[in-house]
Each structure stands twice: as structure tokens, then as C-alpha cells.
């Protein structure tokens, strides 16, 4: 492995009433001073005196950027972290807690509708950093695969660590860019991931090794469940998410790497209280060819030969989908050599409990898994590359998805553990009893974290991850999960949504643009809605106690029946005016 560029991870911020001043933990290091008044961002070398005035000083472990809000420019730091563990003798991050701090000392300029807004922006970045699931290395090249960062060549690493990230799995690109037009504050911007890591050390048959899985989730049309699908015209997918499972073994590295986004036609399916809206195909069908074609054609580049697993049901409401799907991949021209397809509806054929009929589709796959092989070397030695991928695909790209991935996974780790010799040819991860339970805990967690981070809740189906069967329990479980999905992405998603939006900078705060809080009526009209029927059926009850005779109590069990059912009808048919929406719109439109 390489070795890296120096960045600052390791400072004291000292705050004083003029300046912030990041002093790195490490002898003959510049120092970055921010003008709180300026807002000038500098960098001196040598003895800095910092004035002892009011004179405030901190331990963190990063910058995360600098984000505007309504009191302006507010710089984000790193304050808590933990080690995830090592990738090739290089520490791994995971980041525990943010502070925001804002240049201005005091709000008393502000108004109190400014305020107001303030705060509402406040929770919202608040919101998208306390997701538990971001990662840095400020010495491996973590939003990277390691088979792209061995086939790159030299000048590669000249370069600076944030500008030869993977700028798809940087988060705090946007929160970056007044450091990273500086060349001389580079040192100081680290390059966050979000999506998970895990290194668990496994031992097996007297051998010891690593098992990593890495998920990197893209900043490209980025968002929540129901609020964010389909394609966009740069060929960006909702949820997209690449996983690489690596295996570290003394000098030895193998690595498979999968992926996973929205099915990449223009489509839709925004919440209106209903379980499960009816998803909506937009634009004609030149168009969803464009579409697909732009991301077809970047991740051939970016991955070799793709095949599209698709789980999604091939009846009901989802078959609109996938017949779509079908007739995209069957006319598009120039894809017959680098994509194949295959259309596995995976509630059809494994049901509730049926689950050992997975095995249909990865006898289907077998051939073409060995064809895109695995990338494997060993010391600076390249010994196989892998050629392609599979793309893999359900509704949200999350619990079947992520059942599929892991048995992808699990029969490349058999592969690879027979060719370095721990385990012998014809035996299984199966009967590797710490490792079975490693590889199945891994993918778990795996799935939680991606549903987290899109649907809100974790996964449904990790009972079948965690154990190779369905439970009770587990049943149970994604019921509730259910439950809990439904209540967040109908009462909680466009706040979620604007989150991600404000991190990413898709949403730019601008004194000159009208408070987007203004005209929020959505909270008010389901309060007021639920208020008159909580009134209206105590008022049923009060005076059903009072009525006398059969007759007049059915009268007003009749009245509040038809009271509810009336209002029920009402809430289903403008669903939309009662589900929490999205309030911050800008140039790179969302909603297709």
C-alpha cells in the first residue's frame, strides 16, 4: 500500500473573540487561522501568538467544513471519535460526535423570524450529522477501492488526500470548498465517508486474517426513502451504495466489490399516507433510454461489465417497474456486450419461509461470478482484477437487496479463502463456525446501517442474514420495523430530506431568499384535523353516557361512524396534504 500525504486529524482549536485558531498536534505544523470577522481563512507557519483574551481551547480530531446559515458562516468540527481498526496498518475513524460553531458570537442581529429560521436550519444540520455512520482516514485512502488505488499511477498520489478522493462518497464536499480552493489549507480537509466499516479479525484452522466490509454511500441524489428515486439526467441513482468485502491475510489483499441503486428509470413514489404508494413512471420512453444509457455507461467505466440483479415483484404495482427495466436493457443500444440482466422476484419465489429457493438465482449467476473474478494481490504485486460487477436492485435497495449481496459475497469468500490456502477445496464458510457467524453478523449490520441511512429504521429480512433462516422473532421484528418505517416517511422524511440537502449544499441559504418556513401548513393542518376528531369523539362520548334508550345511543355510535369514516375518506384522498414534505427547493431537482 501506499504511502500517504500528511492531513491534520489531531488539533487544538483555541476561540478567541476575533479568530479560530486550529493548531495541529504535531511539531513544526502550520496553523490555520479563521477571521471571524472576515470570515478569511489563512494559513502561517512558524510561532503564532494567540491572544490569552477570552481565550477558549478544545481537543478535536478533524474539520467537517464550514456551512452558512442564517447567522452565517458556522465551521463544523470533529469532537468524538472511536477506532473502527486498521486497513493495511492504517487507522480507520469512525466519528462519535460534531460540534457546530458559528463566526458570529451573538444572534442579536437577527430578527425574530430569522431566528426562528435558525433554528429550524440548526436542527436540520444536527439532524444529518448525528446519523452515527460517518468514517475517515486521514492516512488510507477509505473512499476509495483498493483495486482502484493500485491500478492508478504515481502522479495519483501526489496529489492531496481530498483531491483524489472519490469525490462520489465525499460528504463534506460542499462544507469543504472554501478549504480546498486554498491549496495551503488542504493539509487541513479530510475527506468524510458515509456508510459503514467494519474490520473483524477471524480465526481459522490455526490461520488469522481480516474480514473488512466497507458500504460507501453516494452524495449524488442522495436522500430519503420515498422522497428520493429512479434516475437523474446525469445518470446519478437514488441510494446508491458500493460495498467492498476485503480480505487481509499477511501480505495478501482480496477484495469483491458490489453495488446497489435505485432502478435507473425517472420514476417516483412520494408518501400520501397509504402503506405502500403506487410508484410513478415519468418522461417518454426516449427519455428513461437516455437516462439509463448515462448510468450504464459511467459505471462500465467505473466498474467493468454489469449485471442487473432485480428483485422487485413481477406482479401488483412494482411490475410496472420491472417490465421497464426489461425493455430498457432489451433496446439499448451498445449495452449487449458490457450488461446482462436478470429479473428474480424474490417474494414470489422464496415467500415467507422459502428462502433455500435463493439458491436458484445464484446457480443462475455462478458463471458470471467466476467470469468477474475478485481483485487479489499481494505485496505491491497485482495477481486478478475483477471485471464486473453486479448491480443489484429491489424497491428502496435495501433488505433484499442486501440478503442478495451477502450470499454474492459469502461465495467469493469461499473462493478466496481456498486460493490462499486456509481453507481446503470443497469446504465451506459453513462449517467455520466463528466465521459463519462473523460473515453473517457483518452483512447484518451491514443492511441495518443502509436502511438507517434511507428508510430510517434498520433492515427487515436480517433474521435470514443472521441466522440462514426466518424466525418468529425476526418476523416480528420487521413488522415493527414496518411500523416505524411507514410513521417516519410519511411524518418525518422532509425534514430528513432538507437535512441531507443542507449538509450537501443542494440547498444553499441566502439572505436574499424568503424564509422557505413561511408558508409550512402541512404540521398545523394535521394537528388541527387530529384536534376536531379528538373533540368531535369526546363529545360523542360525553353525550352517550347521557342518551336514554337503544335508539339514541346507536344514533351516535351511527354519527361518529360516519363522522370517522368520512374523515378517514378525506385523509386518503389528499393524503399528500398531510404527509411531512420536503420545504427547501433548488436547481438539482429532487423530485423527477
Avoid at 90 to 109: A, D, G, T, V
Avoid at 116 to 141: H, I, K, Q, R, V
Avoid at 205 to 219: A, Q, V
Wanted: net charge neutral; glycine share 6%; charged share 20%.
Amino acid at each position: 500500500m501506499h504511502e500517504m500525504t500528511l492531513v491534520y486529524d489531531h488539533s487544538r482549536l483555541h476561540i478567541t473573540d476575533d479568530s479560530f485558531y486550529i493548531v495541529p498536534l504535531q511539531p513544526s505544523a502550520d496553523i490555520a487561522i479563521i477571521d471571524r470577522i472576515t470570515n478569511e481563512i489563512r494559513v502561517e507557519r512558524g510561532e503564532v501568538v494567540i491572544p490569552p483574551t477570552s481565550n477558549k481551547c478544545k481537543e478535536i480530531f478533524g474539520i467537517f467544513g464550514v456551512i452558512k446559515l442564517v447567522n452565517g458562516p458556522n465551521l463544523i468540527v470533529i469532537t468524538q471519535r472511536e477506532l473502527v481498526g486498521l486497513i493495511a496498518g492504517k487507522e480507520i475513524w469512525k466519528i462519535l460526535k460534531f460540534e457546530i460553531i458559528p463566526y458570529r458570537k451573538s444572534n442579536s442581529h437577527l430578527n425574530d423570524s430569522q431566528k426562528s429560521d435558525l433554528a429550524t436550519y440548526s436542527a436540520m444540520l444536527e439532524e444529518s450529522l448525528d446519523t452515527m455512520s460517518f468514517y475517515y482516514s486521514s492516512t488510507f485512502d477509505l473512499t476509495h477501492t483498493i483495486q482502484r488505488i493500485n491500478l492508478v499511477d504515481n502522479d495519483f498520489f501526489a496529489e492531496d488526500l481530498c483531491s483524489r478522493a472519490d469525490q462520489r462518497f465525499v460528504w463534506n464536499l460542499y462544507a469543504l470548498t472554501e478549504f480546498m480552493e486554498q491549496s495551503e489549507l488542504h493539509q487541513f480537509a479530510i475527506p468524510v465517508m458515509h456508510g459503514m466499516v467494519k474490520i473483524v479479525s477471524c480465526f481459522v484452522k490455526g490461520r488469522t486474517f481480516d474480514i473488512i466490509l466497507i458500504s460507501r454511500r453516494s452524495n449524488r441524489r442522495a436522500g430519503t426513502r420515498y422522497y428520493v428515486r429512479g434516475v437523474d439526467d446525469s445518470g446519478d441513482v437514488a441510494n446508491f451504495v458500493e460495498t467492498e468485502q476485503i480480505v487481509s491475510y499477511g501480505q495478501y489483499y482480496c477484495s469483491i466489490v458490489q453495488t446497489r441503486g435505485s432502478i435507473p428509470l425517472i420514476w417516483s413514489q412520494f408518501p400520501n399516507i397509504k402503506y405502500k404508494p403506487v410508484p410513478n413512471l415519468s418522461g417518454d420512453a426516449t427519455k428513461h433510454q437516455q437516462y439509463f444509457k448515462r448510468h450504464i455507461d459511467s459505471q462500465v467505466v467505473l466498474y467493468g461489465k454489469q449485471y442487473a440483479l432485480n428483485l422487485v415483484n413481477q406482479h401488483g404495482s412494482e411490475n410496472v417497474l420491472a417490465r421497464a427495466f426489461q425493455q430498457v436493457v432489451d433496446s439499448c443500444s451498445g449495452c449487449k456486450d458490457n450488461v446482462s440482466y436478470e429479473a428474480f422476484d424474490f417474494h414470489h419465489v422464496c415467500g415467507t419461509n422459502k428462502w433455500h429457493r435463493l439458491s436458484v438465482l445464484m446457480q443462475k449467476i455462478e458463471l458470471s461470478q467466476t467470469e468477474f473474478g475478485y481483485f487479489m494481490m499481494a505485496a505491491d504485486q497485482i495477481l486478478m482484477k475483477q471485471t464486473g460487477v453486479f448491480r443489484t436492485n429491489c424497491m428502496d435497495c435495501l433488505d433484499r437487496t442486501n440478503v442478495v449481496q451477502s450470499l454474492i459475497a459469502r461465495r467469493s469468500l469461499t473462493t478466496q479463502l481456498v486460493q490462499l490456502g486456509i481453507i481446503s477445496s470443497g469446504e465451506t464458510i459453513e462449517q467455520q463456525e466463528s466465521l459463519n457467524y462473523t460473515m453473517r453478523n457483518i452483512w447484518a449490520d451491514n443492511a441495518d446501517y443502509c436502511s438507517v441511512q434511507y428508510a430510517g429504521t434498520g433492515a427487515l429480512k436480517t433474521d435470514y442474514t443472521r441466522t440462514g433462516k426466518r424466525t418468529v422473532v425476526g418476523m416480528l421484528r420487521d413488522g415493527l420495523n414496518s411500523a416505524i418505517r411507514y410513521w417516519k416517511n410519511n411524518f418525518q422524511d422532509g425534514f430528513r430530506q432538507d437535512s441531507i440537502d443542507l449538509l450537501l449544499g443542494n440547498f444553499v441559504v441566502s439572505d436574499q431568499v424568503r424564509s422557505p418556513f413561511m408558508s409550512n401548513t402541512t404540521a398545523s393542518r394535521l394537528s388541527m384535523f387530529t384536534l376536531t376528531y379528538i373533540l368531535f369523539s369526546l363529545g360523542i362520548m360525553f353525550y352517550f353516557q347521557s342518551a336514554t334508550g337503544a335508539m339514541k345511543q346507536y344514533s351516535l355510535i351511527a354519527l361518529w361512524g360516519f363522522v370517522t369514516m368520512s374523515m378517514a375518506r378525506y385523509v386518503v384522498q389528499r393524503g399528500t396534504d398531510f404527509v411531512n414534505s420536503p420545504l427547501l427547493f433548488h436547481a438539482k431537482s429532487k423530485q423527477d
